[in-house]
Every structure is written in C-alpha cells, then in structure tokens.
C-alpha cells in the first residue's frame, strides 16, 4: 500500500511569489494534517482536516496561507506569498485511530 | 495549552540502552506517539500508546503514565543507525496533535 505522497520534494523561490504542495494520504485515512517543521524543532501543526473540513486551523497564518482538501483526500496548501520566514520543511501526515504517517516532506527555501 | 517537553540531546554506545523521556500537560488525552526521524527525512512512525503500560515491538518499547504525564522510549542493543531524533507527541480527544522538539540521539561506537 502506498503511503503518504507529497510534491514536489524541493521547491526553492524568490520570496513574494506563490507557492504550493500537494498532498495524497493513505487511503481510508480521513484525517489529514499540514505541519511545518524547522531545523532541530518538531513539526508546528498548521492545519487539520476531518474529511474535507478544516477542523483546526488556528496556527495558520490566514494572511498569507490557505489550504483546501477538496472531496476530503487530496490536500494543497498554498502560500502566497512567500516570505524569508517561510523557509523550512512542509508535512503531510494522515491517521487512522491508532497512528498517524508523514509523507516525505517539501523543502521549501525562499531567497 | 499543552507543554511536551522531552531532553534536547542524549548520548549512548552501541550495544547499550537507552531511555528517553517525555513528559507532557495536557487536556483530554487521547493517546502518545513516538517518531524517529534522521536528518533530511521525515518523522517515521514508531509506537503508539493510549494505555497504562509498557508496548515492546523488537528493539524498541515504549511505556506511559497517564496520570504522571509521562512517556519514555526504551531503545536495546543500540546499533549505529539509531543516531536520529526521537519524536514524541501527543494527540488530544479533538485529534489535535502536538510535538515536543524531539531528542537527538546519537550512538557511539
């Protein structure tokens, strides 16, 4: 069974452009979560998803950032646009009750 | 609000044992995750527990109390490719999950 995928892997822009990932979870999971992780910290929940409702979106910058998992699998997260801050790596995670995968990640540098 | 703290660094030989803690504050608990996670890569998914006790899978096992808010993983026969970040997390009744800014590990010949 495949697992949680994301893309792209690496994405490196100029700061004030937009930007934005993708997610696939596992399939049957219907909880999906974006977290944001920076060196040497743990990842930062910036939103999570029953299905295709945003249940907890308090930590994410609703200026800049916006998310959306239409049809309740696919997830994008967006960022427009981008700041020097936003540097870091992008996760992907779904659950079921009694675990929760990470996708590989996007290594976002914004120059 | 909810508080994970665990220690930022810890050192052992390969062969030994090691225990890394976690203690956490919380409201509704709904179960704690514990992660490895070696550099340039994402958290991998290692245990799971919801109740009192201890859960074993091979190498590595990892207990919980509830009512001390408290969590450690347990890691035998250290090998080399332990040297990672140990994760741990905890997940409230909303299936809200928070981290603790993760252990880094590192195994010593």
């Known amino acids: 069974e495949a697992g949680v995928v994301q893309s792209p892997r690496y994405k490196i822009i100029e700061k004030k452009q937009p930007v934005a990932f993708w997610c696939n979870p596992i399939?049957?999971?219907?909880?999906l979560y974006w977290y944001r992780q920076n060196l040497g910290q743990g990842p930062e929940l910036l939103i999570r998803y029953e299905n295709e409702e945003a249940v907890d979106d308090s930590q994410l910058p609703k200026d800049r950032f916006s998310a959306e998992r239409l049809k309740g699998v696919d997830s994008t997260l967006k960022i427009q646009p981008a700041e020097l801050g936003d540097s870091a790596v992008y996760l992907c995670a779904s659950s079921s009750p009694y675990e929760q995968y990470f996708g590989p990640g996007t290594r976002l540098t914004v120059t | 609000g909810q508080n994970i703290d665990q220690p930022t660094e810890m050192t052992a030989t390969e062969g030994a044992i090691v225990q890394i803690n976690c203690t956490y504050q919380?409201?509704?608990?709904?179960?704690l995750f514990w992660y490895q996670q070696h550099a340039g890569e994402a958290p991998t998914f290692l245990s799971y527990?919801?109740?009192?006790g201890l859960e074993e899978k091979g190498r590595f096992s990892s207990f919980l109390s509830r009512s001390k808010g408290y969590s450690y993983l347990l890691l035998k026969e250290l090998q080399m490719k332990d040297s990672a970040s140990y994760l741990c997390?905890?997940?409230?009744?909303?299936?809200?999950?928070?981290f603790g800014a993760g252990t880094r590990l590192t195994v010593k010949p």
């Open positions: 527990n919801v109740l009192d």
């Open positions: 997390a905890v997940r409230q009744n909303n299936n809200d999950m928070r």
């Open positions: 399939s049957g999971h219907n909880t």
């Open positions: 919380t409201s509704g608990f709904n179960g």
